[in-house]
């Protein structure tokens, strides 16, 4: 299937109910443990209505377990979890909250579309199974076999079966693992389209590249804590590391200024390579990039071609998910 073949379709509005002031997701304390593994430390979080979160960390750090606990599969050992102004239990017996889960299996033999149609009968207020096919891409596919399609098309078909609930929190634990650029591509597409009827929309992954292009709201979690929550660019911020790259004549030159580059203020680390044309690169990993700059003028002889590079938000998370810092 092509990427133009995804659906630019609407989720239809809903009446405001009185539940509209809450927020689309509170956890108030909400706690995990497994026999001798903290999964969640008390955590509070709130969502609001329409936002595009990503839960983002490395393995084990606690995401799906705080997703389960929103979906209610997961009973926290303390605390509260509501959504939509209800229990976790009740949002999801309503159809307010939806999951597309990492292991969820399809029937074989069954067709795309009377897969959605079941989980559209069990919902109070659910979609057409038309229309979630459509904001799902999958319109075309809707008389083919579940084992017959494609592995993107398996995952928007998992989606559209999330989605015919019309839940005002639709939760994505990984959404595109296994899924190739293309498969990736189309599934955000459908996604962004459903978000921008003003659902909620959080995704767990670790994957930065989704982060950057598909959430408004990044929420770090390390060792079942969060320990950074704000836009893709606050994130890149709070880490604050920039990257400071020049080069020396011969491929020694920066290999001679490795120590005096060391203890310029600020700098992290430092790198150097020669590259093409026997010059040598000195790379600079540093916390403030005018401050490296200012001192590499008055301290350093020789260099030329400087490049700075902003925070990147692959180095970010990595330096937020060192375990030094999730312990702090
Ligand atoms: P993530 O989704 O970020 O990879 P998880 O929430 O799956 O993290 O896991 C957090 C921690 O809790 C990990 O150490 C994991 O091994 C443990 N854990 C999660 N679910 C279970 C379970 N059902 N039984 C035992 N330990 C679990």
């Not at 604050?240 to 004549?249: A, L």
Request: with cysteine; proline share 5%; aromatic share 4%.
């Amino acid at each position: 299937m092509s990427t133009s073949t995804v659906s630019r379709a609407r989720a239809p509005e809903r009446p405001l109910a009185n539940s509209e002031a809450a927020p689309a997701v509170e956890l108030t304390g909400v706690a995990k443990r497994y026999a001798g593994t903290v999964a969640v430390h008390p955590l509070d979080l709130s969502l609001r209505r329409g936002e595009t979160v990503a839960l983002l960390g490395p393995n084990g750090a606690g995401k799906s377990t705080t997703i389960g606990m929103m979906l209610g599969i997961v009973r926290p050992d303390a605390g509260t979890a509501r959504v939509d102004g209800r229990t976790a239990a009740r949002a999801v017996a309503d159809g307010r909250i939806a999951g597309m889960l990492q292991d969820a299996g399809a029937m074989p033999g069954v067709r795309v579309a009377e897969l959605v149609r079941l989980s559209e009968r069990s919902y109070p207020n659910a979609l057409s199974t038309a229309s979630a096919l459509e904001l799902a891409g999958l319109t075309g596919e809707a008389k083919r076999r579940v084992d017959r399609l494609s592995g993107g098309q398996a995952q928007r078909l998992r989606f559209a079966m999330a989605i015919v609930a019309n839940p005002e929190v639709l939760l994505l634990d990984e959404p595109t693992r296994a899924l190739d650029v293309q498969g990736r591509a189309e599934f955000w597409a459908a996604m962004r389209d459903f978000a921008h009827s003003g659902k909620t929309v959080v995704f767990a992954t670790h994957y930065l590249d989704e982060v950057a292009e598909n959430a408004q709201r990044v929420i770090v979690i390390a060792g079942g804590r969060i320990i950074a929550d704000g836009t893709p660019e606050q994130i890149r911020g709070t880490a604050g590391t920039s990257v400071v790259r020049f080069r020396f004549d011969g491929a020694a030159g920066a290999a001679r200024h490795v120590d005096l580059l060391a203890e310029l203020p600020g700098v992290k680390s430092v790198e150097h390579a020669a590259v093409e044309n026997r010059a040598g690169q000195a790379t600079v990993t540093c916390a403030d990039a005018d401050t490296v700059v200012r001192a590499l003028v008055t301290t350093v002889p020789g260099w030329h071609d400087l490049q700075v590079a902003p925070p990147d938000l692959n180095s970010t998370f990595l330096e937020l998910t060192q375990p030094e810092r999730s312990r702090s």
